[in-house]
């Protein structure tokens, strides 16, 4: 049973606008959730996280918005630049240390 | 600080033999998690290791276990490979009771 919903498999976005990449999930168990960015050839690298005690994380470019009663977060990417082109996972996790991911979304953007 | 190592970065296999991939956590993880990418998925959990001890397992059979060393470094060994064990092999170190998970950059395994 898939946990971690990502309904966007891809996203193209201009260079210098906001992308803005959604996540639901359906355990209520889960109490972290985390972005990752993924480029071909390399592992998954951590992004920004955000628990689940909390509605909002920024962390430069990057912020992460939970709504806990929608089960639903949103990662938003301000400005866009061309780096940021990637496959982005969701992961969620509980109290037994193992993430569930989502499929992915491929941004691309457009310079 | 040296991050996840993983080797070897690829490897061809037919199917019915067997596989051993190694990991070497990031310098002071205490915590090894062995997770399998298939083509257009996210990653699938398989397993977790603690102090040499398996903590935790997600839905695989029992043909996929697991080692870990004294020195937090971990082996995953898949024995009668399948088709359907093709995938991308992620190995992530954290440490103990953290949620943050660090990843390295995977071993592809390609079964004929």
């Known amino acids: 049973d898939q946990q971690v919903k990502q309904n966007s498999p891809s996203l193209s976005v201009q260079e210098g606008r906001i992308s803005i990449l959604n996540c639901d999930y359906t355990?209520?168990?889960?109490?972290?959730f985390l972005w990752y960015k993924k480029y071909p050839a390399e592992g998954p690298t951590f992004l920004i996280s955000i628990s689940s005690i909390k509605d909002k994380n920024e962390d430069g470019r990057f912020t992460v918005f939970l709504n806990k009663s929608a089960k639903h977060l949103s990662l938003h990417i301000v400005p866009s630049q061309p780096g940021d082109s990637a496959v982005y996972f969701c992961?969620?996790?509980?109290?037994?240390?193992?993430?569930?991911f989502g499929a992915g979304t491929t941004v691309t953007v457009r310079a | 600080e040296t991050g996840v190592t993983q080797s070897p970065t690829h490897l061809i296999k037919t199917r019915g033999q067997q596989v051993t991939l190694r990991c070497s956590s990031q310098s002071g993880h205490n915590t090894v998690s062995w997770y399998q990418q298939a083509l257009g998925q996210g990653p699938q959990f398989i397993f977790q290791y603690y102090r040499e001890e398996e903590n935790g397992r997600g839905n695989f059979p029992p043909r996929f276990s697991g080692l870990q060393f004294p020195n937090y470094s971990s082996e995953l060994n898949v024995n009668a490979l399948e088709l359907d064990d093709s995938a991308l092999y992620l190995c992530?170190?954290?440490?103990?009771?953290?949620?943050?998970?660090?990843f390295g950059p995977g071993t592809r395994l390609t079964v004929t």
């Open positions: 355990n209520s168990m889960f109490d972290y």
């Open positions: 992530a170190s954290s440490l103990q009771n953290s949620y943050e998970q660090y």
């Open positions: 992961a969620a996790i509980s109290n037994d240390y193992k993430l569930s």
